[in-house]
């Protein structure tokens, strides 16, 4: 993603200048960073700020307070949380560096209960750190498991690109000299993940190929994600968009305004129920009723491969009320926070729902499009198949 023509990834290693070439504490030769950076999406739209994460406190406050967020940049942040937790100077030998990283693990995985992406980062980079044999080799491990975490997000997330593509470019071929208009909910984009996003992924393809499309962006409360993270995206990448308030899908796809949904997700199971940002279960409903093709973007990471029953085996996260009766924004050039309710209403704040795989047209995955069907699904990723 370019920001002001630079291009950046969400997360990436910054090495302290000055610092020897090895790692803190145990020799590690490997010559990795004791500082990442991260784009704290807190402060977005109107600043631009980058923040260091250099402790597993660090790492976890930032995936809670939601200085990072969306399901692959929660996964990329837990496995560099859980290699920065391999850097400790005091685990100097194998039963303090053990001790260490396993309440690492306990935090990060912690923080954050509906994403999937998290877990499988952590249980990853548990695993591979486990196999490592000296402090050292463990160290370089979790570096390496770090990086390929984060470069297969990103390679996965150009691919649903590519995959996705042909959908866009199908329907502009229906209707030569117009835009293609699509519907986001929440910020499913590069902002969400380590680079190009899902859902956005094949709106950015588009547009690169030349394709004429507009996006209709949910402002997606009460974090307003997309008011604040997608549409900011967009005007960046130059793709035409307007932002809606979230109840107005419907009355768009009503009027045939709407070509086709694209939203992400932060758990998907073995059987294609997908939870993702509250709300996204409306707007599958809306697109049922008016014959909108409703597709789900991401990459096998976001699939639970342990359950299929979505309603059930779900968590969902609630999180403060004070997100519901309260609004951040703009005013005399500095962020102001706003009580929107009355003072002693109570709120609450599920941050996901669940839409039914029956509601979605089909999964856009980095291996390509497949119906939301446990057996169309493991055709994609046979390796997941149950012995």
């Given at each position: 993603?370019?920001?002001?023509?630079?291009?950046?990834?969400?997360?990436?290693?910054?090495?302290?200048?000055?610092?020897?070439?090895?790692?803190?504490?145990?020799?590690?030769?490997?010559?990795?960073?004791?500082?990442?950076?991260?784009?704290?999406?807190?402060?977005?739209?109107?600043?631009?700020?980058?923040?260091?994460?250099?402790?597993?406190?660090?790492?976890?406050?930032?995936?809670?307070?939601?200085?990072?967020?969306?399901?692959?940049?929660?996964?990329?942040?837990?496995?560099?949380?859980?290699?920065?937790?391999?850097?400790?100077?005091?685990?100097?030998?194998?039963?303090?560096?053990?001790?260490?990283?396993?309440?690492?693990?306990?935090?990060?995985?912690?923080?954050?209960?509906?994403?999937?992406?998290?877990?499988?980062?952590?249980?990853?980079?548990?695993?591979?750190i486990t196999a490592a044999a000296s402090v050292q080799q463990k160290r370089q491990a979790a570096l390496h498991t770090a990086r390929a975490i984060a470069d297969e997000d990103a390679a996965a997330c150009s691919?649903?690109?590519?995959?996705?593509?042909?959908?866009?470019?199908?329907?502009?071929?229906?209707?030569?000299?117009?835009?293609?208009?699509?519907?986001?909910?929440?910020?499913?984009?590069?902002?969400?993940?380590?680079?190009?996003?899902?859902?956005?992924?094949?709106?950015?393809?588009?547009?690169?190929?030349?394709?004429?499309?507009?996006?209709?962006?949910?402002?997606?409360?009460?974090?307003?994600?997309?008011?604040?993270?997608?549409?900011?995206?967009?005007?960046?990448?130059?793709?035409?968009?307007?932002?809606?308030?979230?109840?107005?899908?419907?009355?768009?796809?009503?009027?045939?305004?709407?070509?086709?949904?694209?939203?992400?997700?932060?758990?998907?199971?073995?059987?294609?129920?997908?939870?993702?940002?509250?709300?996204?279960?409306?707007?599958?409903?809306?697109?049922?009723?008016?014959?909108?093709?409703?597709?789900?973007?991401?990459?096998?990471?976001?699939?639970?491969?342990?359950?299929?029953?979505?309603?059930?085996?779900?968590?969902?996260?609630?999180?403060?009320?004070?997100?519901?009766?309260?609004?951040?924004?703009?005013?005399?050039?500095?962020?102001?926070?706003?009580?929107?309710?009355?003072?002693?209403?109570?709120?609450?704040?599920?941050?996901?729902?669940?839409?039914?795989?029956?509601?979605?047209?089909?999964?856009?995955?980095?291996?390509?499009?497949?119906?939301?069907?446990?057996?169309?699904?493991?055709?994609?990723?046979?390796?997941?198949?149950?012995?």
């Amino acid at each position: 993603m370019l920001v002001d023509g630079q291009h950046y990834r969400t997360i990436w290693e910054h090495p302290t200048p000055g610092r020897p070439n090895t790692s803190r504490g145990g020799g590690d030769t490997s010559g990795g960073p004791d500082t990442i950076r991260i784009i704290d999406q807190r402060h977005l739209p109107f600043e631009f700020v980058i923040e260091d994460l250099k402790t597993v406190e660090d790492f976890a406050r930032a995936i809670t307070d939601m200085h990072v967020r969306g399901a692959g940049l929660i996964g990329a942040a837990a496995g560099y949380g859980m290699y920065i937790a391999a850097l400790l100077p005091e685990a100097t030998n194998i039963a303090a560096f053990d001790a260490a990283i396993e309440l690492a693990a306990k935090q990060l995985t912690a923080t954050r209960p509906t994403a999937v992406n998290l877990t499988h980062a952590v249980d990853r980079q548990l695993a591979a750190i486990t196999a490592a044999a000296s402090v050292q080799q463990k160290r370089q491990a979790a570096l390496h498991t770090a990086r390929a975490i984060a470069d297969e997000d990103a390679a996965a997330c150009s691919a649903i690109g590519n995959h996705g593509l042909p959908l866009i470019k199908k329907i502009s071929e229906r209707k030569p000299g117009q835009p293609v208009n699509v519907l986001t909910h929440c910020n499913a984009g590069w902002l969400a993940f380590v680079d190009h996003g899902t859902a956005t992924s094949p709106i950015y393809a588009a547009h690169d190929a030349g394709i004429p499309v507009h996006v209709w962006v949910d402002e997606t409360r009460p974090r307003n994600q997309g008011a604040s993270l997608t549409a900011w995206e967009l005007a960046n990448h130059g793709v035409p968009h307007t932002v809606i308030a979230d109840n107005t899908g419907g009355h768009l796809m009503q009027h045939g305004m709407v070509d086709l949904a694209i939203v992400g997700s932060d758990r998907t199971t073995r059987a294609g129920d997908v939870a993702n940002k509250i709300g996204t279960y409306l707007k599958a409903l809306a697109a049922h009723d008016n014959n909108v093709p409703f597709y789900v973007a991401l990459p096998s990471s976001t699939i639970d491969w342990s359950i299929t029953d979505g309603l059930a085996d779900i968590p969902i996260e609630q999180r403060h009320p004070d997100e519901v009766r309260f609004i951040q924004g703009a005013a005399n050039g500095k962020m102001e926070t706003v009580l929107l309710t009355p003072p002693d209403s109570p709120a609450a704040n599920y941050a996901f729902d669940v839409t039914p795989a029956r509601l979605v047209t089909a999964l856009i995955t980095e291996r390509g499009l497949c119906p939301p069907r446990e057996d169309k699904i493991l055709e994609l990723f046979p390796e997941r198949r149950q012995r």
